[in-house]
């Protein structure tokens, strides 16, 4: 039987099978409502699962994908001790047609490789996550897993009514967001950057060599603007120079002095001292100051 439950624009069920009864398949139960803006990615987990496809009946692997759509034919064929999760999306979210709709559906995407393989390990971790769900960490896993589904049916329509770099610019947002929210993490690196977002460093540096830049040196601006922020700090509120730079991820404090340095033409020590400076007080009245 299903278990449902929302993530932000997804909505997430579990296809349970012992092979002793007929399953409530989700798209079926949309046929017969007016509900029709709608399209199923199911992941197979285990189990015996066929698809007919192209005159042949062929089984899923465990990670396989197969899109399903409204209609009172649900498309796999169930065996026992079947699992999938089965994805719901908003078909205006992927911008495919009827046309394109009826090309997609039905057809088996094995998870061995490619785009499909890392849109299936995606899903896969994120139906394990229930916690997740309905949180402001599982929106943004949802958008992400959104983004993936819209780059595989592109990649199985062949056509590009999304294109890459949009892809890449939507990506790259979202990993600004999240380096901001774990600037004070000592732990981020491009290693846990790429983790977070289920895609591989080799693949985070060419987005930020897009923009000019790496990621090493973008993460290191941020932390050292964010220190420069503490700096300027009033007396009365201030942290010492060290405290500042652990705050903010420098394990170092040398690396952090010369890296401020750098970035300022300052030390982090002189740059605080002139800010507890009081500012010049002006010339009282209106006589104008003598000239030399």
């Known amino acids: 039987m299903p278990v449902g439950d929302g993530l932000g624009e997804l909505s997430v069920s ?132 959104v983004d993936l589904l819209a780059v595989l049916v592109t990649e199985l329509l062949g056509t590009r009514t999304a294109g890459p770099t949009d892809v890449g610019a939507r990506t790259l947002s979202r990993i600004r967001d999240f380096v901001e929210l774990h600037l004070t993490d000592p732990d981020l690196s491009p290693e846990s950057i790429a983790l977070a977002h289920h895609i591989s460093v080799r693949y985070l540096h060419k987005l930020f060599r897009s923009e000019g830049t790496t990621v090493g040196q973008w993460v290191r601006q941020r932390r050292l603007d964010a220190c420069r922020r503490d700096l300027d700090r009033p007396p009365q509120r201030r942290l010492t120079v060290a405290a500042v730079a652990h705050r903010w991820g420098f394990t170092s404090p040398s690396h952090f002095s010369r890296a401020f340095r750098d970035a300022y033409g300052m030390s982090p020590s002189a740059w605080q001292a002139r800010a507890a400076s009081p500012p010049l007080t002006p010339p009282a009245g209106n006589t104008p100051l003598p000239v030399s």
């Open 14 to 145: 579990v296809l349970r099978s012992d092979g002793s009864g007929e399953l409530a398949l989700p798209w079926s139960a949309d046929a017969d409502t007016t509900v029709d803006d709608a399209l199923y990615a199911a992941v197979h987990a285990r189990g015996a699962v066929t698809v007919p496809h192209d005159g042949a009946e062929v089984s899923l692997a465990p990670g396989d994908i197969v899109f399903c759509a409204p209609g009172p034919a649900g498309l796999p064929r169930f065996g026992y001790d079947v699992r999938m999760a089965v994805f719901r999306i908003p078909r205006s979210c992927l911008g495919i047609t009827e046309s394109e709709l009826r090309r997609i559906t039905g057809t088996p995407l094995s998870c061995a490789d490619g785009v499909s393989a890392l849109v299936s390990n995606f899903l896969t971790l994120l139906a394990s996550e229930a916690a997740l769900r309905r949180t402001r960490v599982g929106d943004r896993l949802a958008r992400n897993a």
